[in-house]
């Protein structure tokens, strides 16, 4: 059992081995949280859920029908649907997707997510490509990463800006949706750094 006080609130989640970070929370996904600036009623979008925790601190301030949860991993969808019941928060949805593959979920003022690290970046892409059209205008995405140049060039191409926050180790990106349209320089080939 994994105790932590988030927003004022005192929660407790059950993890599991298989999952990212089963021990304690991930100090990225931590750091990604002191910047969200949730509001009550914010429609609030958790990719790549893990055992619940985004989702469910999201679920007491937002409310837990404003708040949707992703994750490819079935294990990982039925530990965060029993992690928000543990928490008061049972109403919150947690899906089965990859990605935003079969999701129609839009106008989300939130998009949080701590991406998969692999060495083509593919998920990021897609999170931060398809992300840009689930949210409201005005929404935010919220993204904690490890490399900085990459993912700030990918969201400036498709926000046509980003605001980077360097918080114990971690570059948690803050991307705004100010337009209807991309930035401009998505299809433009965009190398690791």
């Known amino acids: 059992m994994v105790q932590l006080d988030i927003y004022g609130h005192t929660l407790r989640f ?13 100090r990225g996904t931590m750091a990604m949280l002191s910047v969200a600036k949730i509001a009550p009623g914010d429609r609030v979008l958790d990719m790549g859920c893990g055992w619940g925790l985004v989702a469910v601190a999201a679920a007491k301030i937002a409310g837990a029908q404003n708040v949707v949860a992703l994750d490819v991993d079935a294990r990982a969808v039925e530990v965060t649907r ?8 049972g109403e919150l949805r947690a899906l089965q997707r990859d990605g935003f593959c079969g999701f129609d979920g839009h ?14 970046f593919s998920v990021a892409k897609h999170f931060i490509e398809k992300g840009f059209n689930r949210l409201a205008m005005n929404g935010t995405m919220l993204m904690v990463v490890k490399r900085r140049d ?36 998505v299809g433009r080939r965009s190398e690791p750094n």
């Open 14 to 26: 059950e993890t599991h081995p298989a999952l990212f970070s089963p021990t304690a929370p991930d």
């Open 82 to 89: 029993e992690n928000a019941r543990r928490n008061g928060v």
């Open 107 to 120: 106008e989300f003022h939130w998009i949080l997510c701590n991406p998969p690290y692999n060495s083509n």
């Open 150 to 185: 990459w993912y700030r060039n990918r969201l400036c191409a498709v926000f046509g800006g980003v605001t980077a926050h360097q918080i114990d180790g971690y570059f948690v990106f803050e991307a705004q949706r100010r337009s209807a349209r991309y930035a401009g320089r």
